[in-house]
């Protein structure tokens, strides 16, 4: 079977075969990578819109947990650019691909010496680069990436119950805003001095990190008290098992995933297709003991 795998005639059909395939994940890679980065986009323009909105309120100018108020237009400081560059990345990678493929598929007709040289080198090239971005984007879909441990999670972790969750509805579950907590707040535009309004902010029952959220005195006499507690287990920990309980941290994750895992699961999965192209391709680049590489130089 080892003989069988490894001879000319099945190494040029494998060749082609795989390049083939190849060709089907450039558009994959492409497709994947620009649903991403849109997705990615809108997490980010709705993130500024929210800035916008909150910083117009004159009590909360500077102190708008996750924006940058000072800024014009007031935008979102929590950090964006890591989990959309392997989708980018990505990108790029399935369009080297696409013409690398068609290198390698001519490699495998004409049966060239140069061209299949030239496929060898740009599909180790595009190996490691898709490597890289897969190990990227799982990193961001796992949550260990250090911009999430560092300044997504630091932005929000002491102050989750002052951000609105409910603004981002589309990109967090239900749970990640079933708890609410109503403030008075004035519009900076108001010239009357006692024009305030209640604005309600939305957010997780159980504390960032996992830890359930007992006896909470500021929400005492309120049914936020009620619901808290009820998201308690006999640990004091977050009881995940109800569906309307859920921390912070698991709302940046769940997020998170959607970004990064279709990326890395794409990347890691065509890898093993590529580099049977890249066996296939270097034993027909030495050619055959029986001298039908007809055309070697």
């Given at each position: 079977?080892?003989?069988?795998?490894?001879?000319?005639?099945?190494?040029?059909?494998?060749?082609?075969?795989?390049?083939?395939?190849?060709?089907?994940?450039?558009?994959?890679?492409?497709?994947?990578?620009?649903?991403?980065?849109?997705?990615?986009?809108?997490?980010?323009?709705?993130?500024?819109?929210?800035?916008?909105?909150?910083?117009?309120?004159?009590?909360m100018?500077?102190?708008?947990?996750?924006?940058?108020?000072?800024?014009d237009?007031?935008?979102?400081?929590?950090?964006?650019?890591?989990?959309?560059?392997?989708?980018?990345?990505?990108?790029?990678?399935?369009?080297?691909?696409?013409?690398?493929?068609?290198?390698?598929?001519?490699?495998?007709?004409?049966?060239?010496?140069?061209?299949?040289?030239?496929?060898?080198?740009?599909?180790?090239?595009?190996?490691?680069?898709?490597?890289?971005?897969?190990?990227?984007?799982a990193?961001?879909?796992?949550?260990?990436?250090?911009?999430?441990?560092?300044?997504?999670?630091?932005?929000?972790?002491?102050?989750?119950?002052?951000?609105?969750?409910?603004?981002?509805?589309?990109?967090?579950?239900?749970?990640c805003?079933?708890?609410?907590?109503?403030?008075?707040?004035?519009?900076?535009?108001?010239?009357?001095?006692?024009?305030?309004?209640?604005?309600?902010?939305?957010?997780?029952l159980?504390?960032?990190?996992?830890?359930?959220?007992?006896?909470?005195?500021?929400?005492?006499?309120?049914?936020?008290?009620?619901?808290?507690?009820?998201?308690?287990?006999?640990?004091?920990?977050?009881?995940?098992?109800?569906?309307?309980?859920?921390?912070?941290?698991?709302?940046?994750?769940?997020?998170?995933?959607?970004?990064g895992?279709?990326?890395?699961?794409?990347?890691?999965?065509?890898?093993?297709?590529?580099?049977?192209?890249?066996?296939?391709?270097?034993?027909?680049?030495?050619?055959?003991?029986?001298?039908?590489?007809?055309?070697?130089?």
């Amino acid at each position: 079977m080892a003989a069988l795998c490894c001879t000319y005639k099945v190494s040029r059909r494998g060749l082609l075969l795989t390049t083939m395939l190849t060709f089907l994940f450039s558009i994959i890679f492409i497709g994947v990578g620009s649903v991403s980065v849109r997705f990615g986009a809108s997490f980010v323009s709705e993130a500024n819109a929210y800035c916008q909105e909150m910083c117009l309120k004159e009590n909360m100018e500077d102190e708008v947990v996750g924006c940058n108020c000072l800024r014009d237009p007031p935008a979102t400081e929590l950090p964006t650019v890591f989990f959309m560059s392997p989708a980018i990345g990505m990108i790029v990678v399935g369009i080297f691909t696409f013409f690398t493929s068609i290198m390698g598929c001519l490699g495998a007709i004409r049966e060239r010496n140069v061209i299949l040289s030239s496929y060898i080198c740009a599909l180790m090239l595009v190996i490691i680069l898709q490597f890289g971005f897969g190990v990227a984007a799982a990193t961001v879909a796992s949550g260990n990436s250090a911009q999430v441990q560092g300044p997504l999670n630091g932005v929000l972790k002491l102050h989750y119950q002052e951000f609105d969750w409910s603004s981002m509805e589309f990109f967090f579950p239900k749970a990640c805003y079933v708890g609410s907590r109503d403030v008075r707040i004035r519009e900076a535009s108001s010239d009357n001095a006692t024009d305030w309004e209640d604005y309600t902010f939305r957010f997780p029952l159980c504390s960032f990190n996992g830890n359930c959220v007992y006896n909470d005195e500021t929400a005492r006499g309120t049914d936020l008290f009620d619901m808290q507690n009820q998201c308690c287990d006999s640990s004091r920990r977050c009881n995940f098992d109800n569906e309307d309980c859920t921390s912070g941290e698991k709302c940046i994750g769940s997020f998170l995933g959607r970004v990064g895992a279709p990326i890395a699961v794409v990347a890691f999965f065509a890898l093993v297709i590529e580099i049977c192209a890249l066996v296939f391709a270097c034993i027909i680049r030495t050619g055959s003991p029986s001298g039908k590489y007809g055309d070697r130089v």
